[in-house]
Structures are given as structure tokens and as C-alpha cells.
């Protein structure tokens, strides 16, 4: 069974389930709301064009020609796979109750989704949706990856990870935040995944970096991205998405849910703003590629905080994070030296980070905020999620690291040879070329 408790953490006089939407009492006769599953339908399928095919267009676009195809591909079989293995057993184990594992992992009892029905409700919705709204971000999430390793890695090295990343680290992190664990009894303030997804992702981005190495040209101008348009389209596709990604998560067609994709948009709008007024300051010219990763980091930085910030409180936070990711990207990359070939840390890990511990600020009442629990403090609500994302971080260093080794010992190694990679992965991996290019 899944594994229902109502939150009522703050005072938001709303029930979020698990940490992630809406919770529903055991004894409660559950009924479908034809709105409420209407939204929520429009909500995963817009979370699906964020995936296909807008994660894919934004990373082929900062891709070079050679290799645009192979990170399509990576893309899209990794979204197949995640969704796949979570429908087998991920949604089990993170939805079912877990028994005395509870606080890390959750059951068997939904292993290839047994017991649901046409029938089966979850809150007011059919749990065939809910399932399905969940599988889209378990799609999603490993996928995003792909820019940290991007242009080097093998394809078969990429699916094997993916598969053991999926199931040693998604799941358990989801079920912690989302499904009734310990995370989610802290009552931590990260409304749609700021842990989970993004700051998870580029933690694993970070450590695929480094086992995989560097690119051969690494700190050259030949690594530029070779198509603009195709990422603004890209980039354009998550942001709509991005409101269904966190819109949804209401798992009703409310005051509240409006709210929220408010929040997001302003935040992403803001986020755009800020990236490109620091990179006209400090590089004397805005660009495009500025706008769009500004846009992607106020996103991300609003992911926690959109159930419980006001929209004066979502501007100010993607006006924060558009500059603290330029800096990422310009200052911290080049101190680390690793090649996180598309900036999945530098956006999604820095802005993630970010989101989590302005949160509790942002939350307060006196800023627009929904405030916290009653008889919590700020200083108590930082402390909560300051913690949460220490966990996070290392628990997905761990955890990714074990998936990268896993994957080079199945596949003979991570990385292709030198004269794939110099022929370009759409060639060497794919036998295609997407676009004509000279060597």
C-alpha cells in the first residue's frame, strides 16, 4: 500500500503529499475530481515535453556537430529506460509502504504495478496519473546527467549506469523525500525536488566528470556550442514544462497550483534577468546562451521554494541565482578543473543548493511567504534543510560513484576510445550523422 500521512509542517492550511503534493487521510473515501485529474494530466504531459524533446534539443544545441546525435540518443533511452525500471519496481519502492525499512526504502507490494486499477485513487486523482506524473520525473532526472559526461562516454556505459544510478540512488532519495522517510519526517522546506532532482544531478554530473576525464580540447574555443537556436528551443521546452513540473504538484486544479506555476515563471523571468546583467557587466555583451542558462537556473532555484515563497519572494530568489550560477560557471568550474561538459553542477547543483537554504527565508511571512510549523523558527527550518542538503550531496557521491564503477566494470570502461571520440559519437556510436562537418 502507499503510504499516506498528512504534513501540515507549515501554515500553509494545505496537505502536501510526501513532501512533494498532496497527502490523504487512510480513512477517507477517495473520489476522482474530473479538474483535479485534468490538470494533473496537462501538468504530465507538458513534464514530458521537457524531457522529449526539450532536455534533448537544449543539450544537442550546446553539443558539437559530431556528437549531437549521440547526446539525442543518450537522452532519449535514458528517459525509456528510468521509465521502464520505475514502472517494474521503482514506483514500488518508493510509494509502498516499507515496513521497518520505512525510513529509507519503501515495499514490494506494488513490484510491476500490482493492485492498481481503473479504479485506484490517489487523493483525487486515478493512481494510474499519479503514477504516471511520477514516472515522468524519474525520467527525467537521470537524463539531465547526460551533461556532465557528454561527448566522451560510451553508450552502453551510459545505459548501464543509468539503470544502476536509477535503483541504488533516485529511488531511495525519492522515497526518503517523497514516500515517507526520514527526509520527509524532518519536514524539509523542497516543494518539487530541489534535492532530489537537481542538486542530485549535479552532484552525479560532478562526480561523471572526473572518472570520466576531461575532453580532448578542453578549455578551447572548438568546444563551443555549435547550434543556438536548437537550445533556445530546448531551453524554451523545459521552461514550459517546468510549470507543469511544479504546478503539478499540487495534484489539484487550485488556488494553490496557481501559485505555484507563478512563482516558477517569475523566478525563471528574474533568472534570465540577473544572468544576463552580470554577464554585460563583466563580459561587456549579453548572449543568448546567458539568457537561457539564467532562465534554467532561476528554474531550478525556485523548484523548493515554489510551494512556499510569495511572487515578490520568486523574483528575488531567480535574481539571486542567476548571478551566483554565473559565478559558478565562470570561477568555480575553472577552480575544479573538471570538464562538466554542459554545466549540470554549475546550474543545477549551485542554484539547487542555492533554492534549498533561501527557502526558509523567502518562506517568511514579513517577505510573502507561507511561513513554517508551528513553533519553528528560521534559524530551525535552516538548520532542517542546510542538513538535508548535506545528506544529499553525500549521499549521491556515494552512491553515483558506485553506479559510474559499476557501469565501467560491466562495459570494459566509461570512456571511448581516442579515434571515437575524435570521429565524433554519432559516427563511431550511432553510424548516423546529423549534420555535415568537417574533422
Given at each position: 500500500?502507499?503510504?499516506?500521512?498528512?504534513?501540515?509542517?507549515?501554515?500553509?492550511?494545505?496537505?502536501?503529499?510526501?513532501?512533494?503534493?498532496?497527502?490523504?487521510?487512510?480513512?477517507?473515501?477517495?473520489?476522482?475530481?474530473?479538474?483535479?485529474?485534468?490538470?494533473?494530466?496537462?501538468?504530465?504531459?507538458?513534464?514530458?515535453?521537457?524531457?522529449?524533446?526539450?532536455?534533448?534539443?537544449?543539450?544537442?544545441?550546446?553539443?558539437?556537430?559530431?556528437?549531437?546525435?549521440?547526446?539525442?540518443?543518450?537522452?532519449?533511452?535514458?528517459?525509456?529506460?528510468?521509465?521502464?525500471?520505475?514502472?517494474?519496481?521503482?514506483?514500488?519502492?518508493?510509494?509502498?509502504?516499507?515496513?521497518?525499512?520505512?525510513?529509507?526504502?519503501?515495499?514490494?507490494?506494488?513490484?510491476?504495478?500490482?493492485?492498481?486499477?481503473?479504479?485506484?485513487?490517489v487523493g483525487s486523482i486515478p493512481e494510474y496519473l499519479y503514477f504516471l506524473f511520477m514516472l515522468l520525473f524519474a525520467a527525467i532526472?537521470?537524463?539531465?546527467?547526460?551533461?556532465?559526461?557528454?561527448?566522451?562516454?560510451?553508450?552502453?556505459?551510459?545505459?548501464?549506469?543509468?539503470?544502476?544510478?536509477?535503483?541504488?540512488?533516485?529511488?531511495?532519495?525519492?522515497?526518503?523525500?517523497?514516500?515517507?522517510?526520514?527526509?520527509?519526517?524532518?519536514?524539509?522546506?523542497?516543494?518539487?525536488?530541489?534535492?532530489?532532482?537537481?542538486?542530485?544531478?549535479?552532484?552525479?554530473?560532478?562526480?561523471?566528470?572526473?572518472?570520466?576525464?576531461?575532453?580532448?580540447?578542453?578549455?578551447?574555443?572548438?568546444?563551443?556550442?555549435?547550434?543556438?537556436?536548437?537550445?533556445?528551443?530546448?531551453?524554451?521546452?523545459?521552461?514550459?514544462?517546468?510549470?507543469?513540473?511544479?504546478?503539478?504538484?499540487?495534484?489539484?486544479?487550485?488556488?494553490?497550483?496557481?501559485?505555484?506555476?507563478?512563482?516558477?515563471?517569475?523566478?525563471?523571468?528574474?533568472?534570465?534577468?540577473?544572468?544576463?546583467?552580470?554577464?554585460?557587466?563583466?563580459?561587456?555583451?549579453?548572449?543568448?546562451?546567458?539568457?537561457?542558462?539564467?532562465?534554467?537556473?532561476?528554474?531550478?532555484?525556485?523548484?523548493?521554494?515554489?510551494?512556499?515563497?510569495?511572487?515578490?519572494?520568486?523574483?528575488?530568489?531567480?535574481?539571486i541565482a542567476g548571478p551566483v550560477c554565473v559565478w559558478s560557471v565562470d570561477k568555480l568550474k575553472p577552480m575544479i578543473g573538471l570538464?562538466?561538459?554542459?554545466?549540470?553542477?554549475?546550474?543545477?547543483?549551485?542554484?539547487?543548493?542555492?533554492?534549498?537554504?533561501?527557502?526558509?527565508?523567502?518562506?517568511?511571512?514579513?517577505?510573502?511567504?507561507?511561513?513554517?510549523?508551528?513553533?519553528?523558527?528560521?534559524?530551525?527550518?535552516?538548520?532542517?534543510?542546510?542538513?538535508?542538503?548535506?545528506?544529499?550531496?553525500?549521499?549521491?557521491?556515494?552512491?553515483?560513484?558506485?553506479?559510474?564503477?559499476?557501469?565501467?566494470?560491466?562495459?570494459?570502461?566509461?570512456?571511448?576510445?581516442?579515434?571515437?571520440?575524435?570521429?565524433?559519437?554519432?559516427?563511431?556510436?550511432?553510424?548516423?550523422?546529423?549534420?555535415?562537418?568537417?574533422?
Open positions: 500500500m502507499i503510504r499516506f500521512s498528512p504534513v501540515g509542517r507549515g501554515t500553509l492550511g494545505l496537505s502536501l503529499l510526501l513532501g512533494c503534493a498532496t497527502a490523504f487521510a487512510d480513512d477517507a473515501a477517495p473520489a476522482i475530481n474530473s479538474g483535479d485529474t485534468a490538470f494533473v494530466a496537462l501538468c504530465s504531459l507538458v513534464v514530458l515535453l521537457m524531457t522529449l524533446p526539450g532536455l534533448a534539443l537544449f543539450y544537442g544545441g550546446m553539443a558539437r556537430t559530431k556528437n549531437v546525435l549521440s547526446i539525442l540518443m543518450q537522452v532519449f533511452c535514458s528517459a525509456s529506460l528510468a521509465s521502464l525500471l520505475f514502472a517494474i519496481y521503482g514506483y514500488s519502492l518508493t510509494f509502498a509502504d516499507g515496513g521497518s525499512l520505512q525510513a529509507i526504502i519503501g515495499g514490494v507490494d506494488k513490484l510491476f504495478l500490482a493492485g492498481i486499477t481503473t479504479d485506484s485513487v532526472t537521470p537524463a539531465i546527467i547526460v551533461g556532465g559526461f557528454a561527448e566522451r562516454m560510451k553508450f552502453s556505459a551510459v545505459m548501464v549506469f543509468m539503470a544502476a544510478w536509477l535503483t541504488l540512488n533516485y529511488i531511495p532519495m525519492a522515497h526518503m523525500a517523497w514516500g515517507g522517510g526520514w527526509v520527509f519526517d524532518l519536514g524539509v522546506q523542497d516543494f518539487a525536488g530541489g534535492n532530489v532532482v537537481h542538486l542530485n544531478v549535479g552532484i552525479a554530473a560532478l562526480v561523471g566528470a572526473w572518472l570520466v576525464g576531461r575532453r580532448r580540447g578542453f578549455g578551447t574555443p572548438t568546444l563551443a556550442p555549435h547550434n543556438m537556436t536548437m537550445t533556445l528551443t530546448g531551453g524554451s521546452l523545459l521552461w514550459v514544462g517546468w510549470l507543469g513540473f511544479c504546478g503539478g504538484c499540487a495534484l489539484a486544479a487550485n488556488g494553490f497550483a496557481m501559485l505555484v506555476m507563478v512563482n516558477t515563471m517569475l523566478a525563471s523571468c528574474a533568472g534570465a534577468l540577473g544572468w544576463i546583467f552580470v554577464e554585460w557587466q563583466h563580459r561587456g555583451r549579453p548572449s543568448l546562451f546567458g539568457a537561457v542558462s539564467g532562465a534554467i537556473a532561476g528554474l531550478v532555484a525556485i523548484t523548493p521554494a515554489c510551494g512556499f515563497v510569495g511572487p515578490m519572494g520568486a523574483i528575488l530568489l531567480g535574481l570538464d562538466d561538459a554542459f554545466d549540470v553542477f554549475g546550474v543545477h547543483g549551485v542554484a539547487g543548493i542555492l533554492g534549498g537554504l533561501l527557502t526558509p527565508v523567502f518562506a517568511l511571512t514579513a517577505l510573502g511567504g507561507q511561513g513554517f510549523a508551528e513553533g519553528r523558527t528560521l534559524m530551525d527550518q535552516l538548520l532542517i534543510n542546510g542538513g538535508a542538503i548535506l545528506f544529499s550531496v553525500l549521499f549521491s557521491a556515494l552512491t553515483s560513484w558506485i553506479a559510474y564503477k559499476v557501469a565501467a566494470a560491466f562495459c570494459g570502461g566509461l570512456r571511448v576510445d581516442e579515434e571515437s571520440e575524435v570521429d565524433g559519437l554519432d559516427l563511431s556510436a550511432h553510424g548516423e550523422v546529423g549534420y555535415k562537418y568537417s574533422s
